[in-house]
């Protein structure tokens, strides 16, 4: 199933994990939601992670963003090793070096989308890049909008609002967690093809987790998990060819 590469693609790593594991409980409770799992995440390059409902893809995502501890095995953000990292050393890594967009937006309702979208940025006491700050609100869309608070804007405005707010301080990479599970189909749309030419016009690296196989396809790479552990992958996805893959592992689910 899997196929060809891009031509041209950067080999440049922005995360990786190596023999990655995630122990819950012990004895008879002990639950295994990642089984040393192995996967590098390039920059300039958007990917999906897929798989059925406690398959470990959020894990996955949680373990290398450094949102979560892992049992065993190593997450590299870049040259940095997050198993050697203390509380404070962490938290710094994350702010600087990581952007996040959740299902649920996350937005102050106090504050203007602007304020919102600098707010990570004020908080770490750095001034934003005028010239990358206006791109990133030109290309989401949100130039007439910036004076309005969450209140005053719909589901995908503030959405956008949390895309230009993950890419406004330029992290090295941006991880999204169903990113689109709370939009109608046109705003989901709209805020994936924003996604997806932050990478390609901007050159920022995405992974997302997502069960939507449409959603997926807007991704260069699409990797699937199924018990804890990275089972497939497709290069220049199609939805049509994501549902097909995923038929198979729940045909596989049903008869094991």
């Not at 996040?100 to 934003?128: C, H, K, S, V, Y």
């Not at 939009?183 to 990478?199: H, I, K, P, Q, T």
Request: charged content about 25%; proline content about 4%.
């Amino acid at each position: 199933m899997t196929t060809t590469p891009t031509a041209g693609r950067t080999t440049a790593v922005a995360a990786r994990a190596t023999e990655l594991s995630k122990i819950y409980g012990q004895g008879e409770t002990r639950v295994v939601a990642l089984d040393r799992v192995s996967v590098e995440f390039r920059q300039a390059e958007f990917t999906a992670i897929m798989g059925p409902s406690g398959s470990g893809k959020s894990t996955l995502m949680h373990c290398v963003a450094g949102l979560d501890t892992f049992s065993s095995g190593s997450v590299r953000v870049g040259e940095t090793e997050l198993g050697s990292l203390k509380d404070k050393q962490l938290t710094k890594l994350r702010r600087d070096k990581i952007g996040f967009i959740f299902q649920a937006f996350n937005l102050l309702p106090t504050l203007t989308a602007l304020e919102n979208i600098t707010l990570p940025m004020d908080i770490a006491g750095r001034r934003p890049d005028k010239a990358w700050l206006e791109k990133v609100i030109e290309m989401v869309g949100l130039s007439g909008r910036l004076s309005h608070r969450p209140s005053q804007l719909s589901g995908g405005q503030q959405q956008r609002v949390a895309v230009a707010r993950a890419l406004a301080s330029r992290p090295d990479i941006i991880f999204g967690d169903e990113p689109t599970g709370n939009l109608d189909s046109r705003s989901g749309a709209e805020v994936l093809g924003f996604l997806r030419n932050s990478v390609r016009e901007l050159g920022q690296t995405v992974v997302m987790v997502t069960h939507d196989p449409v959603a997926a396809a807007y991704a260069d790479r699409v990797v699937f998990l199924a018990d804890g552990r990275i089972v497939d992958e497709i290069h220049g996805p199609t939805a049509d060819a994501v549902l097909d893959l995923m038929k198979q592992f729940d045909a596989k689910g049903r008869t094991s």
